[in-house]
């Protein structure tokens, strides 16, 4: 029986993903490194130093830093990032994800936030969303980053439900990989090729309607 849902932030209850790319790009652009276009895809659902690593690679400079000026660098684009973050508002959620949370309130679900952003509680502050969640993982908390399932299955003990009694929502193909192996349902938002492991795709999050996933959820084996 469903009990809860657990969303992503980046793309998925917002587009504050936007913020992060252009942040790490000006990042890149100062060290000298030219991303391509597939990078903004593969920095998607990364935790923040695994994002810079993904970046330093790409200019063949990972072994350049010392973890203390990675460290460095990582913060710098987290001032730049939270600059940008101050200009989001109400208008800034997704299409379809305020009506999606009114249903699920309506219904009694707990709600939790799984996103590798520690702005995560800054960002719901800004939308008017933080307290519309029973709890938001503290990435701080984490050991391992998507597509490991560390990080819904920290949401889903948070809310005390069980694995088979939850719908996760991401947009990442590295997130879905996360929720199916924590054995959780999937709700992928995006490319149906890149999200094929999810038990469920919609092309945008306008296309979320709850009763239909419920009843897709109710007619599945999750697991």
Do not use: C
């Not at 917002?14 to 593969?42: C, M, V």
């Amino acid at each position: 029986m469903l009990k809860g849902l657990i969303f992503d932030l980046d793309g998925v209850i917002t587009d504050s993903a936007r913020y992060h790319l252009a942040a790490w790009r000006a990042l890149a652009e100062e060290l000298g490194i030219n991303l391509p276009d597939k990078a903004s895809d593969e920095l998607r659902g990364l935790a923040r130093m695994d994002s810079l690593e993904l970046i330093l690679r790409y200019g063949h400079q990972e072994n350049k830093y010392s973890f203390t000026q990675k460290e460095a660098l990582a913060a710098k684009k987290n001032v730049a990032y939270q600059q940008a973050i101050k200009q989001m508002t109400q208008a800034d959620i997704l299409p379809g994800i305020s009506k999606l949370l009114e249903q699920a309130h309506a219904q009694g679900l707990k709600m939790a936030i799984a996103s590798a952003s520690m702005n995560a509680p800054t960002i719901l502050k800004q939308l008017g969303l933080l307290n519309q969640f029973d709890a938001v993982v503290d990435p701080k908390t984490l050991t391992h980053g998507k597509p490991n399932p560390e990080i819904y299955q920290k949401a889903q003990a948070l809310l005390g439900l069980k694995a088979d009694e939850v719908i996760s929502f991401e947009d990442a193909a590295s997130g879905v990989a996360a929720i199916k192996a924590a054995n959780q349902f999937a709700v992928g938002i995006g490319n149906h090729q890149v999200l094929k492991q999810a038990d469920l795709v919609v092309v945008d999050t306008s296309e979320l309607d709850l009763a239909k996933i419920i009843a897709i959820f109710n007619s599945k084996k999750v697991g």
